[in-house]
């Protein structure tokens, strides 16, 4: 620069400043249009005014802000939050800028991106419930349980009678191991009206995980009653029935969830056990089998199988299982609610 | 099953517990030396023993205790074994110095048995990297491991970590032998470092230590012993050893061994005979819980729990893993009762260490006494609950259990990191008693005063043509048509030994009106219409 000599610089200096209010007014202009045409519901239309603006100016206040909003609303996530970026970094402050990014991210499942964002903007709207409802769901579904329990608290706060929020809050508490607790809280969404759906299951399951087989039943029954075809129900109400030493109903029920699920492994391993003990050798044996064909890496069917090949005296068979489950030297609690399949996606 | 009905509390709100402690002080302090750097053997000590020491007719107490961690040395006086003479009231007098056994090493665990017949119990000391045996010469104790031939390291894994052991006369020659049961292969210098949260080091899983086999060794009958570790078969199939129970399982005369493993497969040990044993855990149904878990098997004891006649196995675990109760079938091997017994659902969040199984309301049913506590270390802020109360679980009639804490008053003390335990009857009142150790904390001595005033009957047994303790022996009683059985086995628990006399709660029955008994030398012997409320020395009659 500093070989350039003055006047041209002067010069040059008001050119731009010329070119550039031109391109100001063209960019506005842009996009009025933009808003026009996303208010009409065009949003790619939209987009296209909007971004011909950007080119015009990138620096005119709110642009990015309402390109994020036509993408988002055209359920084009990744570009609403590219958007959105944008938007944050021309004003760090703006409450809009940090909840719909944080909203974005939440989209695209980058839901540890979308708590930071939502925290941000929770900060700046503490009483905005909706908000802090998504913030929540944030914090469970990428695993910070300890700040997806204080939210759901604060949503308990001010509306004591939520029950997706109780049982959020009971999944939450669940997979942090505090089943205990998880428990109180699936109980209060039950006295909800009406229960809402897979409610009386995840109360059953939580039962069933405490080895309280008598209410588990009586949970996952009420579930079958509202969702007859509800195969995780089926399956567990089996578990738990087998567990109570009610065998006959045991059997009824996993071989009905094994209609719905023929991929279903605690059924095939239930049915297996079920049958074993009455000495059904064959059918165990095709029911262990195909426990382990689901998933070769859980112990127990393996275990179970080899103790029934050992029992009829196929002792090579038997020691090959029992080997298998000494190399998977499993260490695994049953798992959280939230991990079961078919469960909830936010 | 009357006995067992007319002792259930049907209802009422003050009803006083079928079983009740209370708490008595005694002068002992466990210390394994925690250290911030955590090493494995610190949450693991804490063995003890009740035995009658000097045959004044009291059941006295030893406490095994830590040392210096990284010396295994035990540098100051806080580390020092303690024997505690019993009055015959329940006071006990610190009679260590006198008797000698005030120990060398980081001890863990003990086993008390009359190795030579000479009607004075000995005792094993188990520890790290160094056991001890200590000969009675008549209330004063002799360290005579290495002339008994107990003192070599092992040849293919160097010293060992002993949490104890077993005396029993595994090929019915009238000598008892010992079998020493290893935990794993621990060593300061290599040790793992293990973080429960960022800076804070916590005691590591198992999975970070080798297994270690145990070690059997004969009796010569001279003072010494044989290692037949592997000639046995033993050696074969090494473990984490936690826990051992010792009982004929499969009533062939021979007596076959059950140790529990941490996070590793149990072991089953089948005395074929002539010092033989093959391992079958996992057959018989043992090795496992029934879901093919690998949990952490703690003190174990191996009794008939509902006097079917065959021994069943309990053992105690960590939370989240249950306390298994194997029920034994016969010859359709062993059934994981744990579920259907109830123990699953009580026993859920607790991690205990030592198990016994004893009659602690003399209502003719063997009870379970569980010492809880954690394994990990204190102050990390953990979910799981690191200090615990004691709980002794009632047997309701066999098949299923109650759980009592508070209400048999074991709240009375505050939760801790217990261990071992023992069970007697150390006041003389026909109710069995329990002396729980703790990590860094006072040890604890439950005095029993169940209410019930039900009747008893303690065999102490002199054998002749058998070991001189009887171990081994199988007793049947008939009291008022209802039939029971244990057999004498002192070892029992975590790292524990209780050297008393076999107790049997009679229930409102004031006799028995037979008591036979099977003494490991095959001979038969039958007491009939025996008063209660006594101890009876029975001597094993000549063939």
Redesign the interface.
């Known amino acids: 620069m500093s070989m350039i000599p003055a006047a041209i610089r002067f010069l040059s200096l008001l050119l731009l400043a010329a070119q550039s209010g031109a391109a100001v007014q063209d960019a506005v202009a842009e996009a009025a249009r933009g808003t026009a045409l996303s208010r009409e519901g065009k949003y790619e239309l939209a987009i296209q005014h909007y971004k011909a603006a950007l080119r015009l100016d990138s620096h005119l206040p709110g642009l990015y802000l309402n390109l994020g909003l036509a993408y988002f609303k055209s359920k084009r996530l990744p570009e609403a939050a590219a958007a959105f970026e944008q938007a944050v970094r021309a004003d760090s402050e703006s409450f809009q800028a940090h909840a719909l990014l944080g909203m974005s991210y939440y989209g695209c499942t980058r839901y540890a991106d979308a708590a930071a964002q939502l925290k941000l903007a929770s900060n700046a709207q503490p009483d905005n419930l909706e908000l802090r409802y998504t913030l929540a769901q944030s914090y469970l579904a990428s695993n910070q349980y300890p700040q997806a329990v204080a939210e759901f608290h604060f949503l308990l706060s001010k509306n004591p009678d939520s029950a997706p929020v109780h049982i959020l809050l009971g999944e939450v508490l669940d997979a942090?191991?505090?089943i205990e607790a998880a428990t109180t809280e699936f109980e209060a969404a039950m006295k909800a009206s009406p229960v809402p759906p897979d409610g009386h299951f995840g109360l059953g399951y939580l039962y069933w995980k405490?080895?309280?087989y008598e209410e588990a039943c009586h949970e996952f029954e009420a579930e079958l009653e509202t969702q007859p075809q509800h195969t995780q129900a089926l399956t567990y109400l089996g578990d738990a029935e087998m567990?109570a030493?009610r065998n006959q109903r045991a059997e009824t029920h996993l071989r009905r969830s094994l209609a719905l699920d023929a991929n279903n492994r605690l059924a095939h391993l239930d049915l297996g056990i079920l049958l074993a003990g009455r000495n059904e050798s064959a059918e165990a044996t095709r029911c262990f089998r195909e426990a382990i064909r689901i998933d070769p890496s859980?112990?127990?069917?393996?275990?179970?199988f080899?103790?029934l090949l050992?029992?009829l005296g196929r002792?090579q068979e038997?020691?090959a299982e029992?080997e298998k489950?000494?190399k998977l030297?499993?260490?695994?609690?049953p798992p959280p609610l939230l991990s079961l399949p078919g469960r909830r996606v936010p | 099953m009357t006995v067992a009905a007319a002792c259930i509390v049907v209802s009422g709100q003050n009803a006083p517990s079928p079983i009740h402690f209370s708490y008595r002080p005694i002068g002992f302090r466990l210390d394994s030396c925690e250290t911030p750097r955590r090493h494995a053997p610190e949450t693991m000590a804490g063995g003890v023993a009740v035995f009658d020491y000097n045959n004044d007719g009291y059941l006295d107490i030893f406490f095994t205790n830590g040392a210096d961690i990284l010396s295994l040395k035990k540098t100051a006086p806080k580390y020092s074994n303690r024997l505690f003479e019993n009055d015959g009231k329940g006071n006990f007098t610190d009679v260590t110095g006198k008797a000698g056994l005030a120990g060398t090493g980081f001890d863990n665990g003990v086993a008390i048995g009359d190795y030579d017949n000479d009607g004075r119990e000995d005792i094993f000391v188990g520890g790290i990297h160094g056991n001890h045996l200590y000969h009675n010469d008549g209330g004063t104790f002799t360290d005579v491991t290495a002339k008994a031939g107990l003192a070599a390291p092992d040849r293919q894994y160097g010293p060992l970590w002993s949490v104890g052991g077993a005396w029993v006369d595994v090929n019915n020659d009238g000598l008892l032998d010992l079998l020493v049961v290893n935990y794993l292969a621990w060593d300061p210098n290599t040790e793992p470092s293990c973080e429960a949260a960022p800076g804070k080091l916590d005691y590591c899983h198992p999975k970070f230590y080798k297994a270690t086999p145990n070690q059997l060794f004969l009796n010569n009958g001279d003072g010494t012993f044989r290692d037949i570790s592997a000639e046995s078969g033993i050696r074969a199939h090494p473990g984490k050893g936690m826990g051992i129970g010792v009982a004929d399982y499969d009533l062939d005369g021979l007596m076959d061994f059950f140790i529990a493993n941490d996070k590793m497969n149990n072991s089953l040990f089948h005395n074929k005979g002539g010092a033989h044993f093959e391992e079958v855990a996992f057959d018989a149904g043992v090795a496992l819980t029934e879901d093919g878990k690998f949990i952490s098997g703690m003190g174990a004891d191996f009794r008939d729990v509902d006097n079917d006649g065959l021994p069943d196995i309990v053992f105690a675990a960590l939370d989240g893993e249950m306390f298994p109760l194997f029920r034994n079938l016969a010859k359709r091997g062993f059934a994981d009762a744990t579920r259907s017994s109830g123990i699953a659902r009580l026993t859920l969040p607790m991690a205990g260490y030592s198990s016994t199984i004893a009659d602690f309301d003399n209502d003719g049913w063997k009870d379970l006494f569980v010492t809880r506590g954690h394994v990990q270390a204190l102050g990390l802020g953990s979910k799981v609950q690191i200090d615990q109360p004691n709980t002794v679980f009632r047997n309701l009639g066999g098949a299923k259990f109650q759980a009592l804490t508070e209400e048999a008053g074991l709240s009375a003390q505050p939760p801790a990191r217990h261990r071992g335990s023992a069970v007697a009857d150390l006041n003389a009142d026909g109710r069995l008693d329990v002396v729980a150790t703790a990590l860094s904390a006072p040890a604890e001595l439950w005095l029993n005063d169940s209410p019930g005033g039900a009747h008893w009957l303690e065999l102490k047994l002199d054998g002749t043509a058998s070991n001189r303790d009887g171990i081994g022996a199988r007793i049947k009683v008939t009291a008022g048509g209802h039939v029971q059985y244990n057999h004498v086995s002192f070892a029992a628990g975590y790292a524990s030994s209780s050297a008393a006399p076999t107790h049997f709660g009679l229930g409102p029955e004031a006799s028995a009106s037979l008591i036979e008994i099977r003494w490991p030398s095959g001979i038969m012997q039958e007491l009939k219409d025996v008063v209660s409320d006594r101890i009876i020395r029975v001597k094993e009659p000549h063939p």
Request: aromatic fraction near 6%; glycine fraction near 4%; avoid cysteine.
């Open positions: 942090s191991n505090q405490q080895q309280r567990h030493d859980k112990p127990d069917a393996h275990y179970r080899g103790r050992s029992s002792q038997a020691q029992f489950v000494k030297a499993a260490d695994e609690p």
